[in-house]
């Protein structure tokens, strides 16, 4: 019998022979003890390289990510095209220089209209209400606070953040719209992760004349609204519905 | 159903998928992130260009393919401008992961380009020998040696460890 050359060994390692070609290999290795050796080496390459790699496909996908794929919005679309062209031309090394990937993040998150740009330009991740984690925009600080604990149905005319909506997204994810008073004032989407509180929306929003406390859900963009619409599934929850997810944690 | 939404609707759940190549191609987590949003955008761009009767999962590897090779060349000309690769963390998997792991996604992470590409599509992705020399338009003899050459030197690695 001719002996197995490294092709037909590799071949067969990776299931690429025909079933003969397969017999002859097995019957080869049933009194080789080299070649079964060297067979036994290459699967466990291959079953050590799945382990390292298969990790992957149960994290969960980054949101900015699986935004790029979700249906366009009206406001999205147009503005969306600089946003990528830009990121594309910092190619994907540029993801460690920090300032450029912390002024490109907001941008990755949403398909953004130049709005949102400027207003990341303006109100940088890295002050105390956002932080920035493996490229994705967290609330932080008072935000996060305000996100945890604070129910739309128990005001604090006091507090610096207003509760909107909350609701479960399409995707199982409790996600609140909030109103954040300081000047500037911002409003937004957060959608709780083990992490945190994503941000997938900010923008700028319009102080109610007089700076009277309004209803936060009427105080919402029209982004952030039609970013609810995106994302909800069935209705907003009611006063006790919002009390429980927050006893449960928001999960 | 107009093509860029089948390819968008299609690629959500390729996108693990994508994410594991795109880790296995660029080695470090954030570029391989980055590396699929390119990719993405430049799918969503090309809707027109896929057929149909073609599966949507090789087609969107040889995109992924390509546009790491072009990351690659526009990486070589400004090589400067990046930080040295132990600044980020290494493709797989952060600190709970075993040793081993984290040293062999290394050992992947330092092949040649040509013995990488055919270690992610083949040995990782898991396709045919046909399957990837299509994808990579090179002649099946082309990919078991250069497949053949890289088992060599990860096998040389995974012997320091037994």
């Known amino acids: ?251 | 159903m107009d093509p860029s939404q089948a390819v968008r609707e299609g690629l959500i759940p390729l996108l693990p998928r994508l994410r594991r190549l795109a880790r296995a191609l660029a080695g470090q987590i954030a570029d391989a992130d980055d590396l699929v949003q390119i990719v993405l955008e430049r799918a969503l761009n090309r809707a027109a260009q896929w057929r149909p009767d073609a599966p949507l999962d090789k087609w969107v590897f040889a995109i992924a393919r390509n546009a790491w090779r072009d990351e690659m060349r526009a990486r070589g000309r400004s090589q400067n401008l990046f930080v040295p690769e132990e600044a980020g963390v290494t493709a797989a998997d952060g600190s709970s992961a075993p040793a081993q792991k984290l040293e062999l996604a290394a050992a992947v992470a330092a092949l040649p380009p040509d013995h990488r590409e055919v270690v992610a599509l083949v040995l990782i992705e898991g396709l045919s020998y046909n399957e990837a020399a299509d994808l990579l338009q090179v002649p099946v003899g082309t990919i078991t040696s250069r497949l053949a050459r890289a088992r060599t030197t990860l096998q040389a690695h995974l012997g320091k460890d037994t």
């Open chain 1, 1 to 251: 019998m001719n002996p197995i050359d490294d092709d037909t060994l590799q071949a067969y390692v990776d299931g690429e022979l025909e079933p003969a070609s397969a017999a002859l290999v097995d019957a080869a290795l049933a009194h080789d003890e080299m070649l079964a050796r060297r067979v036994q080496q290459a699967q466990a390459l291959r079953t050590q390289l799945k382990a390292a790699f298969d990790p992957v496909l149960d994290e969960p996908v980054p949101e900015h990510l699986s935004a790029l794929l979700q249906p366009p919005s009206p406001q999205a679309a147009t503005p969306a095209a600089p946003v990528a062209m830009a990121r594309h031309r910092r190619g994907f090394g540029a993801g460690r220089r920090r300032a450029p990937r912390r002024w490109a993040m907001p941008a990755a998150a949403v398909a953004a209209s130049l709005a949102v740009l400027a207003v990341a330009l303006w109100w940088q991740p890295g002050n105390d209400l956002v932080r920035v984690q493996n490229g994705q925009q967290f609330a932080a600080g008072a935000l996060s606070k305000a996100l945890n604990q604070s129910l739309a149905s128990e005001p604090d005319p006091r507090a610096t953040v207003t509760i909107g909506l909350t609701f479960r997204s399409a995707d199982g994810r409790i996600c609140r719209t909030f109103v954040e008073h300081a000047k500037p004032a911002m409003a937004g989407l957060a959608c709780h992760h083990r992490a945190g509180w994503s941000l997938p929306v900010i923008r700028a929003a319009e102080q109610p004349a007089g700076g009277e406390l309004r209803q936060a859900a009427s105080d919402m963009p029209r982004d952030v609204q039609a970013a609810v619409d995106a994302r909800i599934r069935g209705e907003a929850f009611n006063a006790q519905q919002e009390r429980a997810a927050r006893a449960a944690g928001w999960r």
